[in-house]
């Protein structure tokens, strides 16, 4: 059986929260277990809007005691920061060269994020995703774990990894398959349920931080918007109600269930009954991570070394690669 080599990268944005760890870092702890992990806090992709220098530091520690919090381990797994990688930069370069403009507009992240004011955007924000491409193809990773809003940025990777292959006539990229969770692939925003839950959005209400206290929980579950009539016994009639489907997903998810599960224990029910449940299942599973990420920022020198000693491993790993993508180039 082929080996998997597992990829994956966070922003150092902002407070990670329960679309994050749902979406993503749930999904990076259980492959850690019987694969090669490397899980990248990317830094440079963080730039393509514009970060405070002081609050970029610090989100980068964060973001790294967020991963060891969930639950990843530094001893199994690489765990870096990308731009200490020069790899990621170069090979972005060349696939700058091999991506091609067409392929790029259609990008809805890009149109989402630019907003109706392009010519103002950064370039790096329009080529961020061939730096995403790099970010996978640098290690020839063959799998990995996103959350649904990154389908496709893999599927733009995979084209470049194709054609590259094509044009230079030789396999050197593995094709990565995405790996995206079936059951909550996509977490919503608490107060729109047609919005994805996001570290940018300016309402704190919208989303559960990995941080949040117990009372914040319970807070912001209560104020979460849900549906006047009692919990329905179908799926079908979740369709027009896309914020309580969101609360019965993300309580599905977190206790190992199914929504048909349920829906059929709760069926009739109030909402508030779901949402006493909710905030006792997320105060059990998330208060603890939050507490870990705050006992491993009072451990700053640790976090450094972490991240120093992953970067010394993943630049092992790219300078070969990279050697050979040159070579392949045609670069003396
Ligand atoms: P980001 O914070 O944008 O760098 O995202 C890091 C990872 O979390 C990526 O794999 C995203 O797809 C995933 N993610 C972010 N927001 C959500 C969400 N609301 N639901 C599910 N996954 C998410
Ligand atoms: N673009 C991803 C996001 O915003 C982050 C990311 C950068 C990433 N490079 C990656 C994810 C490589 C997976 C693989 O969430």
């Known amino acids: 059986m082929e080996k998997k080599l597992v990829f994956s990268g966070v922003q150092p944005t902002g407070s990670l929260h329960l679309g994050n760890y749902l979406g993503a870092l749930k999904n990076f702890v259980d492959l ?131 054609r590259f292959n094509n044009d230079f006539k030789k396999n050197i990229f593995p094709i990565p398959e995405p790996l995206i969770q079936k059951n909550i692939s996509r977490v919503m925003s608490l107060r729109d349920g047609t919005k994805k839950m996001s570290k940018s959005d300016e309402s704190s209400y919208s989303r559960i931080d990995l941080k949040d206290s117990a009372d914040e929980i319970v807070k912001k579950i209560k104020k979460a918007k849900s549906d006047s009539l009692p919990i329905p016994e179908s799926l079908s009639e979740l369709d027009s109600k896309p914020e309580a489907l969101n609360l019965l997903n993300i309580y599905s998810d977190l206790n190992k269930s199914t929504l048909e599960k349920t829906l059929n224990e709760m069926k009739g029910k109030d909402y508030s009954y779901l949402k006493n449940k909710l905030s006792e299942i997320l105060i059990e599973i998330i208060c603890p991570i939050g507490k870990k990420i705050t006992q491993f920022l009072d451990d700053k020198n640790f976090l450094e070394k972490v991240i120093n000693e992953g970067s010394e491993k993943a630049n092992k790993i790219a300078q070969k690669n990279l050697k050979e993508i040159k070579n392949t180039v045609g670069f003396l």
């Open 32 to 162: 850690q277990k019987n694969n090669e992990c490397i899980y990248c806090v990317v830094d440079l992709h963080a730039i393509t809007v514009f970060q405070d220098p002081i609050e970029l530091r610090d989100n980068i520690l964060e973001t790294t005691a967020a991963f060891l919090a969930s639950g990843l381990d530094h001893k199994k797994s690489i765990i870096f920061n990308q731009s200490s990688v020069s790899g990621h930069a170069e090979l972005a370069w060349i696939l700058n060269c091999v991506a091609r403009i067409g392929w790029l507009n259609r990008m809805t992240q890009f149109k989402d994020k630019a907003g109706k004011d392009r010519e103002k955007a950064s370039v790096g924000l329009y080529i961020y995703p061939n730096l995403m491409a790099a970010d996978i193809l640098l290690y020839k990773s063959t799998h990995v774990p996103v959350g649904a809003d990154q389908k496709q940025h893999l599927e733009l990777c995979r084209d470049i990894a194709q």
